[in-house]
């Protein structure tokens, strides 16, 4: 999961530590534990990166990746419900600096319906032209609701 925090170094340190150690079980026997990272992109804007342990490192390759990042997903989609606030965030294999805020801003607006998992700050989203298919995460935020992982077309 990639969680654009703004210029503040500080929140993208306190959302870190509210991820850091984070442990729930993808199967039956087998627990994942998130270590997390800080970044920075382009426009200066700090990004925490929160990587869950366990699951393939190379992609998805099977069905049983899919199915275990899948499970991960929706565990760190329901931690970040109580996470400290953010402006904008997103799970996925690859995500790490998914879009700066100037590429998103720049983004076609269509562009939107193929982000399922983009959880925004209100503020945001109107300052984005309010793109359709958004509901409510949690309070002031809003998100195209995680469908979960599967196995790329080829």
């Not at 925090?5 to 984070?22: I, K, P, T, W």
């Not at 925490?48 to 342990?53: A, G, K, L, R, V």
Request: proline fraction near 4%; charge should be negative.
């Amino acid at each position: 999961m990639s969680i654009e925090c703004g210029n503040d170094e500080l929140l993208a340190r306190s959302v870190a530590a509210h991820f850091e150690g984070y442990s729930f079980a993808t199967t039956e026997g087998l627990r994942s534990t998130c270590s997390t990272g800080i970044i920075t992109d382009g426009d200066r804007n700090r990004w925490t990166i929160i990587c869950p342990s366990g699951l393939s490192a190379s992609g998805i390759s099977t069905e049983e990746d899919a199915h275990q990042m899948t499970i991960a997903g929706r565990h760190l989609y329901e931690r970040l419900h109580s996470s400290p606030p953010f402006r904008y965030a997103i799970a996925g294999v690859e995500t790490e600096e998914f879009r700066s805020f100037t590429e998103l801003k720049q983004m076609d607006a269509s562009l939107y319906s193929r982000l399922n998992g983009l959880v925004m700050f209100v503020e945001i989203w109107e300052r984005l032209g309010r793109p359709s298919g958004f509901v409510e995460f949690r309070a002031d935020y809003l998100w195209r609701p995680y469908l979960g992982e599967s196995l790329p077309s080829r």
